[in-house]
């Protein structure tokens, strides 16, 4: 530790202004702030310091993902050897295909992501934030194991431009970055990102866990199933139990129930996300399933999944835990909060049901909702301020 | 003929005094008609038909047109025009007719077309009023056909129909676009070409 100390202490005036590389001041900085702790106070003033800055936040995110990573790699292998034919593969070899098949896109979503949060800092010569930290991790969860890594660098690089950046960077941005990273590639290459396809990955990585396809394997999504169901009884291979587990095909990180969960219950016990938002959002796709059910036809056959399998099955979870818990995107307000959330949920199992086109709506809920959060903010306050103003003047 | 006043009627709206980049003019139609190049040509050429000539009638009508009416007596003159042109192009490209669909008719009310009737042919001679016309179509035009460019390449990798990316990039894995022919993406880009001019021309920064 000590070396390290003197080593940054002795480069670090040539980044400093007048020396060789000030031009990469903001990258010293950053590096320097992630490996100490900052030695600088505030001079003036009175202020209120919490221990909890943005990097321990941040932190507490990427662990409360965690649970849901390790799995999503034991689940890749899993589903990669029953593809190829091979279920008696052990647990190891299944975790070792898995993190060898989500390293490189982990690897090209930081790169891209951190590459591009580098280069604007130089530009504008400000502080690296570390918002990327978390949107990075998330990408490869929430992004099909099969798509083509250059389509996830092309996407996050989009998403990190265009819904950050241009708004001014960390906690300015009015969209989930994660999200506009899938949504992009989701309406780009519609063809690489729903099917059968898409979700479990069949070829090797990098030599690993070689094998052909068994006959009559087939890759479809509990929801891909339920979308092209016909007749008046849905027939599903996986169950609801089999869903809340996870061994099934799915986004990365979605499948699991339980490994979500236990992220919740970190997150939660931390104080990072809201607990508001997240009930109103299991509260909002509950009812919206319990109406949808009621008046389930065969012609929207997701509608007559029992509401407690709408939770269970693809993105819902997921979105309710981490995304909609975002707090720059989602609302502040309390009350604002409730709506926020019910109504993400409402619209995930709307759009789900409703329309053919979309099996999964979790991810369009969210982002609908990010654009609805600053006015659903500015209606509870003003609700507040007439309320109080009419009180003020009936004394 | 070509003074210092009327250069500038002309040149101006090419970059410095733009109608799409600067004055955020005529935006519906530059999200409807760029998915692909030909369609954008098409309609460039027709917005700066319309304009030319709308805007040397209405600059001879000048003096003749009473204040209280003159917006009817505008249209009147511009929806002629528009409906010589349709039939124009029905006649003679009924391809690129039928991709264009409303959106010749719905030059009518094209917001160039009324603000250059508006702000420049009501007050100035037929000739400066043509060169006008000529350069705020201009200029109409080649943000079109920016825009449509990077839509038709990225989107379906074809440049006026023709395929442009050869078959190995496909072979390799490469696959075009789909977002870049929905609409969202032509506000994006024009967004993009709007930040490139800006950061180019400093005085047009908003502070």
């Known amino acids: ?395 | 003929m070509l003074s210092k006043r009327n250069k500038e009627a002309l040149f101006n709206p090419l970059s410095k005094d733009n109608p799409v980049l600067v004055q955020i003019l005529g935006i519906c139609s530059t999200l409807a008609v760029t998915a692909k190049l030909e369609p954008a040509i098409v309609m460039g050429i027709s917005v700066i038909a319309v304009l030319a000539i709308s805007n040397v009638v209405i600059s001879l009508l000048r003096k003749t047109i009473p204040t209280t009416i003159r917006i009817i007596v505008q249209l009147v003159v511009v929806a002629a025009l528009v409906i010589i042109v349709q039939q124009i192009l029905r006649a003679y490209a009924y391809d690129v007719s039928l991709q264009l669909s409303v959106f010749i008719g719905l030059i009518i009310t094209n917001c160039i077309l009324m603000g250059r009737l508006e702000a420049f042919a009501l007050s100035n001679k037929p000739w400066p009023a043509f060169l006008d016309g000529i350069g705020n179509g201009l200029g109409y035009t080649i943000i079109l056909v920016i825009v449509a460019f990077f839509r038709e390449l990225l989107g379906s990798g074809t440049l006026l129909g023709f395929p442009v990316i050869p078959q190995w990039c496909y072979d390799h894995g490469y696959m075009n676009n789909g977002l870049m022919i929905l609409p969202p993406m032509a506000l994006i880009t024009v967004g993009c070409i709007i930040w490139v001019h800006r950061s180019r021309n400093k005085d047009l920064q908003e502070k």
């Open chain 1, 1 to 395: 530790m000590k070396a390290l100390r003197n080593f940054m202490n002795k480069i670090k005036p040539h980044f400093q202004q007048g020396g060789k590389f000030s031009k990469l001041e903001s990258v010293f900085d950053g590096m320097e702030t992630f490996l100490f702790t900052p030695n600088t106070t505030s001079r003036s003033g009175v202020h209120i310091h919490d221990s909890n800055d943005m990097k321990r936040t941040m932190i507490t995110v990427v662990v409360a993902l965690l649970p849901c990573l390790l799995f999503a790699m034991y689940n890749i292998g899993y589903q990669h050897f029953r593809a190829i034919g091979m279920p008696e593969a052990s647990f190891v070899q299944m975790f070792i295909f898995g993190l060898l098949a989500m390293l490189p896109v982990i690897v090209v979503s930081y790169v891209v992501g951190l590459g591009i949060e580098f280069i604007g800092a130089q530009i504008h010569h400000k502080e690296i934030q570390e918002g990327f930290l978390v949107t990075g991790i998330l990408i490869p969860l929430i992004v099909p194991i099969n798509t083509p890594l250059w389509m996830t660098a092309v996407a996050t690089a989009f998403a990190v431009i265009f819904a950050k950046e241009i708004f001014g960077g960390t906690g300015m941005n009015i969209f989930n970055v994660a999200l506009i990273t899938r949504a992009f590639l989701f309406f780009s290459y519609p063809a690489e990102m729903s099917g059968d396809k898409a979700f479990v990955m069949t070829d090797s990585a990098f030599g690993y866990g070689a094998g052909t396809v068994a006959d009559g394997f087939s890759g479809a999504t509990p929801l891909g199933e339920v979308a092209t169901n016909v007749g008046d009884t849905l027939n599903l291979s996986t169950s609801t139990l089999d869903a809340f587990i996870g061994l099934i095909p799915g986004s990365p990180g979605e499948t699991s129930m339980i490994a979500i969960l236990i992220g919740a219950a970190i997150l939660l016990i931390t104080g990072i996300a809201s607990w508001r938002v997240m009930l109103s959002v299991f509260a909002g796709g509950l009812s919206m399933g319990t109406i949808a059910n009621v008046f389930a036809t065969p012609t929207y056959p997701a509608s007559m999944l029992d509401p407690l399998a709408q939770l269970c099955f693809g993105g819902f979870a997921f979105a309710a835990v981490f995304m909609a818990t975002d707090p720059v995107t989602g609302a502040r307000t309390k009350i604002g909060q409730y709506i926020y959330g019910f109504l993400i949920g409402v619209f995930a199992i709307l759009i789900r049901v409703y329309n053919g086109g979309y099996p999964e709506g979790a991810m369009l809920a969210v982002l609908l909702m990010n654009a609805f959060a600053p006015l659903i903010d500015y209606c509870v306050v003003q609700v507040n301020i007439n309320r109080r103003l009419k009180r003020a003047k009936a004394k």
